[in-house]
Nanobody, 119 residues
């Protein structure tokens, strides 16, 4: 269905910043929730941030450092990451979720973009 393409990852030193982007193949306004998740090697995929309507939510580990935003005209969701720490190292995935008429969630994932933070 919807295709999500992440970009903006890379290698950065602790304390630095990166801005991730997620471009969707259809209007992000049609989704109830857009979000970012991350997965470190050998670990589970964890929620980082979500945005729904005008409300944003963040994992405790990134509050005050990360900001999620959207550009509806460009079908794009961003994740601004400041004051990066080595523990932020992971593959970051974009997620789009929509509540179907049947009452279940339809969810799509991007391919991921790698973020490496050196100490």
């Amino acid at each position: 269905q919807v295709q999500l393409v992440e970009s903006g990852g890379g290698l950065v030193q602790a304390g630095g910043s990166l801005r991730l982007s997620c471009v969707a193949s259809e209007s992000i306004f049609s989704f109830n929730v857009m979000g970012w998740y991350r997965q470190a090697p050998g670990k589970q995929r964890d929620l980082v941030a979500t945005i729904s309507g005008g409300s944003a939510n963040y994992a405790d580990s990134v509050k005050g450092r990360f900001t999620i935003s959207r550009d509806n005209a460009k079908n794009t969701v961003h994740l601004q990451m400041n004051n990066l720490k080595p523990e932020d190292t992971a593959v970051y995935y974009c997620n789009a979720a929509r509540l179907s008429v049947g009452g279940t969630w339809d969810s799509s994932w991007g391919q991921g973009t790698q973020v490496i933070v050196s100490s």
